[in-house]
């Protein structure tokens, strides 16, 4: 788990969780996500992203930069095929961060 | 990974991510974090929660809800553990939902 580090609120956090469907790795799942990670990083307004199985949330500097990358065209291809036959289940919040604090012990 | 259910946007998503420290699970950690799930769902306004290793995003019906469980006596005394030995580093970060969807298939 990497973290991200503090932004500068406000800024807007896309919270994506899901459960997979039985088929997800035979389907190009992992070579799509990697791409997408490689795609998202170009993004005018994008601040980074923090993962975990099942969890991805993205920071972006306002919703106008969020909103961009979700009409990216190969990510709407992605997007398509996440619904059709990778996810079972998932949810997407699209939320702004008002405050936040870190704690490093190194 | 079990997904919280779509709620009313605006409401509060406090993100709380980490790298936990090498001595986790020798100092009570466990034990500790299970309480707190049965605590906090208890809480007035408290909505949800999901859950992934290194990632917990918990859901309140406003920034008081929220702010009120930070203050819950027993809950401080395990921040403080986190902070003292369990975690190496965590950012938290208090966002209000604005915008929501769900994708089920079942």
Redesign the interface.
Known sequence: ?E??P?FEPPYV?V?F???Q?EDALSEGYGQTAARMLELVADQPGYLGV?M????T?SYWRDEDAARAWRAVVEHREAQRMG?EQW????????????????????
């Open positions: 788990m973290l991200a503090l956090a919270i969780t899901s459960v469907a923090e975990a199985p099942g969890i949330i619904r996810y079972r289940s998932y949810r997407l919040r699209v939320a702004t961060v008002t405050r936040e604090r870190a704690h490093d012990t190194d």
